[in-house]
């Protein structure tokens, strides 16, 4: 009688234990995550940046969201701005961002276990310093054979050069800048008369367009590129 009973026990437990190891499938761990993109290869304008990025491993749970978050402060998370991919290995292009800022972004990926990240990147919006500009300007919209080129320089400093390459040297001319977020304001003094050229535009991308106001004129319009 005794052996039965200890028998038995001993059928009991080696099933116990034999079910709970049946019963247990794979752990779930959060998803591994990488991205190639670095200061040095990421395409970066005045208002926008890309980051890629790969979810190479699931951690044994669909994935349900995937993306990249940034923030102007370090370790950003899901809880400040993000991107929503729908694929594991993609590209966020991150828009409307402020030239000559510096942002921290990491690519994210939720499954069940939770969201994991990726390493932060510091990447930093161009800046206007120092940079040369192709401004095709109108004096008069309604007349599109009234309008010109001009270089025009960005000093660090906030001072600027003008000069019309059909021309060089004719209408040199020297103003200021500055630029309040994306809103760029210049002001041209003219080399013939005593007017000042008030340039108002907005970068984007790698471009600006606006309006400017010049004495005796209506208001015009202006674009620019980046050389």
């Known amino acids: ?25 794979p752990e779930i761990t959060a998803p591994d995550i990488s991205s190639t993109t670095t200061e040095q290869n990421a395409e970066i304008t005045y208002t926008s940046i890309e980051i890629n990025g ?3 491993s699931d951690g044994g749970s669909e994935v349900t969201s995937r993306g990249v ?3 102007t402060n370090q370790n950003p998370t899901i809880s400040d701005n993000i991107t929503t991919e729908t694929s594991n290995t993609f590209t966020s292009l991150i828009e409307n961002l402020t030239a000559n800022t510096t942002y921290f972004f990491s690519v994210y990926a939720t499954n069940s276990s939770g969201t994991s990240y990726g390493n932060p990147i510091s990447l930093s919006t161009s800046s206007l310093d120092g940079t040369t500009w192709d401004f095709t300007i109108s004096l008069d919209n309604n007349n599109p054979n009234n309008t010109w080129h001009a ?8 001072t600027t050069v003008y000069d019309e390459p059909s021309s060089p040297g004719t209408y040199t001319s020297y103003g200021v800048w500055s ?9 041209l003094d003219s080399s013939t008369t005593n007017g000042v050229y008030e340039f108002t535009g907005t970068l984007n991308g790698n471009t600006m367009i606006g309006t400017f106001l010049f004495p005796g004129y ?4 202006w674009t620019a590129i980046e050389y």
């Not at 630029?179 to 002001?187: A, R, S």
């Not at 209506?218 to 319009?221: H, N, S, T």
């Open 1 to 25: 009688m005794k052996n039965y009973f200890w028998n038995s026990l001993l059928i009991f437990t080696v099933f116990v234990f034999t079910s709970c190891d049946t019963d247990d499938g």
């Open 54 to 56: 790969d979810i190479t």
């Open 69 to 71: 978050c940034w923030s």
């Open 218 to 221: 209506p208001d015009a319009a």
């Open 179 to 187: 630029l309040n977020g994306n809103t760029l304001d210049y002001n």
């Open 151 to 158: 270089d025009v320089i960005f000093n660090p400093d906030g």
